[in-house]
């Protein structure tokens, strides 16, 4: 069975030692909290991949303290080299993972056998603390089930992990404050940056930062390879990322996003009224609200409209929705229109949490 230990200055020395010696310990970073293991130490990797049920074509990221850390771990050409150097200065600790090169002391599982390492510096007491007392690289994905929603709680990885053999969870309360995981950025070697995943450092503060050091090239943000049929279908040969899959994020019952305009062309299911009584509305800024006396249960992410809030709520409100007794159906708010590149890292979720359903109620 895993355990959960309350954080501690003893908890966090018990923790580090266990790493050294191969274990798993999960951990809380500013985004979500992270399934870790010694990111040099093959053996101990394989086990992230067999607590998770994760395939092992989804490479890892590796959480470091210091950009001094990266040294070891990367082989970088002059442009990801100094695009690293700008970034990582700019936004670690933070919310932002940089892919480059990685060198050959790296362990191919963390790679997925690929040539490119994604490393970030996290915020969070708990995990700088961790990465000190360690003093290694710990490759970290988000500790939940493959495919499940992330977890923002230590309760939430031991729901998702707990029957895992000598997994410890450092517990730390309303810790995961951003709530959503890191922005993923690739550089390239030929002079391009690319956005796999979209977080709560935008493309736009990622220009600016890069311009300001004389560096001006256009940041592509990854358009979802996706074709939806009626069945919602995907399709996601050629991705970037191999984690990028549509269907994740997955809640345990079947998610749908409300849809409230109807532009020509667009494909949605139509579902009946009835099944509201078995359904909980997950809602943004009282949107949907006209659906709350109907529902079996209704959540808002944010009544005030705040993105954070919002990006902070969303993954427990989706556990949340999937353990209320009866519930059948969890109706997400769409959020595709609303233009802010922090609410687009949150609707990315929803989208994914939903597989890109859309319905109208009638
Ligand atoms: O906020 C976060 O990033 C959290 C915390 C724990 O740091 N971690 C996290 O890890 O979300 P994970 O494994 O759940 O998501 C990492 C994503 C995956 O989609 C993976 O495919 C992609 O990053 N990735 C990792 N290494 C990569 C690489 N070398 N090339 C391309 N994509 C990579
Ligand atoms: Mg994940």
Same mark, same amino acid.
């Given at each position: ?12 020395? /018990? ?17 979500v909290? %992270?399934?870790?293991?010694?990111a ?45 150097? *700008? ?12 892919i480059?090169?990685?060198?050959n =002391?790296v362990? @191919?599982?963390?790679?997925?056998? %690929?040539?490119?390492?994604?490393? @970030? ?14 003093? *290694?690289? *710990? ?5 939940? @089930? ?16 707990? &029957? /895992? ?16 995981? &890191?922005?993923?950025?690739? =550089?390239?070697?030929d002079?391009? =940056?690319?956005?796999? @995943? ?8 990622i220009?600016?930062i ?10 592509? =943000? ?7 049929n ?43 009224r ?27 992410? &944010?009544v005030?409209?705040?993105v &954070? ?7 427990? /409100? ?45």
């Amino acid at each position: 069975m895993a355990r959960i230990l309350n954080y501690s200055e003893e908890s966090i020395e /018990y923790c580090a030692e266990a790493l050294l010696n191969g274990h798993l310990v999960s951990f809380p970073t500013e985004t979500v909290y %992270g399934l870790g293991a010694n990111a040099l130490d093959a053996s101990a990797l394989e086990k992230i991949f067999l607590a998770k049920g994760r395939p092992k074509s989804d490479p890892l990221i590796v959480h470091i303290s210091s950009l001094f850390q990266a040294e070891s771990l990367t082989e970088m050409p002059p442009f990801q080299r100094q695009c690293f150097d *700008i970034l990582g200065k700019a936004f670690w600790p933070g919310p932002l993972t940089l892919i480059v090169k990685a060198s050959n =002391i790296v362990p @191919r599982i963390v790679t997925a056998g %690929g040539e490119s390492i994604a490393i @970030r510096i996290p915020l969070g007491r708990v995990v700088q603390e961790l990465l000190e007392k360690a003093n *290694i690289p *710990i490759a970290a994905p988000s500790a939940n @089930r493959f495919g499940h929603v992330s977890p923002t709680t230590a309760q939430h990885v031991f729901d998702d992990l707990g &029957s /895992y053999p000598d997994l410890l969870i450092l517990d730390h309360s309303n810790f995961c404050e951003i709530g959503i995981e &890191s922005t993923v950025v690739k =550089i390239y070697e030929d002079n391009r =940056i690319l956005i796999l @995943r979209p977080g709560s450092i935008s493309s736009l503060q990622i220009k600016k930062i890069l311009e300001e050091n004389k560096i001006f090239t256009e940041i592509d =943000i990854v358009k979802r390879a996706v074709k939806l049929n009626k069945n919602a279908i995907e399709e996601t040969s050629g991705l970037d990322s191999p984690g990028q899959l549509l269907t994740h994020y997955a809640p345990s019952i079947e998610a749908f996003i409300i849809k409230n305009d109807y532009v020509n062309g667009d494909f949605f299911q139509t579902f009946s009224r009835e099944l509201l009584g078995q359904s909980v509305v997950i809602d943004f800024h009282s949107k949907n609200k006209n659906l709350e006396k109907q529902a079996l249960c209704y959540l808002d992410l &944010s009544v005030s409209g705040s993105v &954070s809030e919002a990006s902070r709520n969303l993954f427990s /409100y989706l556990r949340k929705a999937e353990a209320i007794e009866k519930s059948k159906y969890i109706l997400l708010p769409n959020l595709s229109f609303e233009n802010s590149e922090e609410m687009g890292a949150i609707f990315d979720r929803i989208y994914r949490a939903a597989s890109g359903k859309f319905i109208q109620i009638n």
